[in-house]
């Protein structure tokens, strides 16, 4: 089995990684890793669970960790899907970075842009954004693409049921210079082949799982809900209560 030293990763994330407990990676991680580390673009089939943050997260933080940040020109550009998931990717960087000098800035919505344009101001390595509140920064000239070398896409199935394709799209239009795509996703839909077709050549493939299938270590079930209740019920209010219990 592969050690996270065999992908080659450096000593300074090996360490961080040996005093979270992370020993061997992930299937995902182990397939996308070295590639991602020499620069090549990379789109990914993983599930949800499978460790893909770490995927993208650990290259980009081993290739930016020795260059430095302009103010409003981030070196690199993490686009998620929804808030939540953009603030676990943050969080996750956070982590794994915590040896290095780089900063990062979260760009969602629901947050004050005033805080968000001093972070902007001072320069950051990393942005992970999603996509309406980045063009928002962008179209007030708060927030320059020109910088950007490495950007990963995350969940781009959830970004295509979202409706933020077009959005996606006239990012990567907006930044034709960056060095290196990676692109994950729970499905590959038609859509969204085109898009990396377009976008992103000679993209090394991962396929760690076959399209909809769940990983192992997700629990599922079904429930009938009027055969449970004997009634008519609010199907909201219902699991509202059941996750309670």
């Known amino acids: 089995m592969n050690t996270f030293k065999d992908l080659g990763l450096p000593n300074f994330i090996i360490e961080t990684l040996d005093t979270l407990g992370y020993k061997n990676p992930t299937s995902v991680q182990a397939a ?11 789109v ?3 599930q949800t ?9 650990l290259p980009i933080i081993t290739n930016l960790h020795k260059g430095r940040s302009r103010a409003r020109m981030p070196r690199s550009l993490v686009l998620c899907p929804t808030r ?3 603030a676990q990717v943050i969080e996750n960087f956070t982590t794994y970075s915590e040896k290095t000098k780089l900063s990062s800035a979260l760009l969602i919505g629901g947050v004050s842009f005033k805080d968000q344009d001093k972070k902007l101001d001072r320069g950051v390595d990393v942005i992970i954004a999603t996509p309406g509140r980045l063009l928002d920064h962008f179209s007030r000239g708060k927030i ?3 910088g950007i070398e490495i950007l990963a896409i995350d969940e781009a199935d959830k970004m295509l049921d979202m409706g ?7 990012i990567l239009e907006s930044i034709p210079q960056v060095q290196q795509k990676i692109l994950f996703s729970a499905t590959i ?6 898009l990396t077709k377009k976008f992103m050549k000679d993209a090394h493939r991962v396929e760690i799982s076959r399209s909809a299938t769940v990983t ?5 079930s079904l429930i009938f809900i009027d055969k449970l209740t004997n009634k008519k019920i609010n199907k909201n209010q219902f699991l509202v209560e059941y996750l309670k219990t």
Do not use: C, H, R, Y
């Open 49 to 57: 669970g499978t460790g893909k943050t770490a995927a993208f997260l």
């Open 44 to 46: 990914g089939l993983s």
């Open 189 to 194: 839909s038609d859509e969204i082949e085109k």
């Open 164 to 170: 933020f394709i077009p959005d996606v799209t006239k």
């Open 216 to 220: 192992k270590d997700v629990n599922q």
């Open 144 to 146: 320059m693409l020109t």
């Open 32 to 42: 996308a890793i070295p590639k991602a580390l020499l620069g090549k673009n990379i």
């Open 84 to 86: 939540e998931l953009a």
